[in-house]
C-alpha cells in the first residue's frame, strides 16, 4: 500500500500505464474518506494550452524512481471522467468515476462523500 505521505512528494512525477506509457502527470492524491488511504489520483493530461485532470484508481499502484505506475490502461484512464485544473470534483460525480473503472461506489451512511482531496 502507498503511504499518503509518500505519494504526495511525487506531485509532478509521471504517471504510467502497465506497459510503461506515460498518461500524464501526478496532480493530486484522493483518499478514502473511510479509511484515510489513498484511493485515486488525478492526472494532469491534454495540450499545455487545454489541461484537464483525470481520475485514476491507485490500487496496485507501484513507485518507481520518478513514476507512479497505475495499474490501468492509457486509453481507459484518458477517457476517465475529468474535472478542470483549476476545479473541484462535485460530490455528485464521484460515482460515474467508481463506475468508469467498474469499481463499487459505496458512499457514507448519510450521504457523505467517499473521496476527500489530500
Not at 509521471?14 to 489520483?41: F, N, Q, W
Not at 478542470?84 to 460525480?93: F, M, Q, R, S
Not at 473503472?101 to 462523500?113: F, K, N, S, T
Request: charged share 30%; no cysteine; proline share 8%.
Amino acid at each position: 500500500m502507498i503511504e499518503v505521505g509518500d505519494i504526495r512528494e511525487w506531485r509532478t512525477h509521471d504517471v504510467v500505464d502497465p506497459d510503461g506509457h506515460k498518461i500524464g502527470s501526478l496532480e493530486a492524491i484522493y483518499v478514502d474518506t473511510r479509511s484515510d488511504e489513498p484511493a485515486m489520483a488525478t492526472v494532469q493530461v491534454g495540450l499545455p494550452t487545454r489541461h484537464r485532470l483525470v481520475f485514476v484508481p491507485l490500487g496496485k499502484a507501484i513507485v518507481g524512481p520518478g513514476y507512479v505506475k497505475v495499474a490501468y490502461p492509457k486509453n481507459l484512464v484518458k477517457d476517465s471522467p475529468a474535472i478542470g485544473t483549476d476545479d473541484v470534483l462535485p460530490a455528485e460525480d464521484e460515482e460515474a468515476i467508481f463506475r468508469h473503472y467498474g469499481l463499487p461506489y459505496q458512499p457514507g451512511a448519510d450521504g457523505e462523500r467517499q473521496l476527500a482531496r489530500r
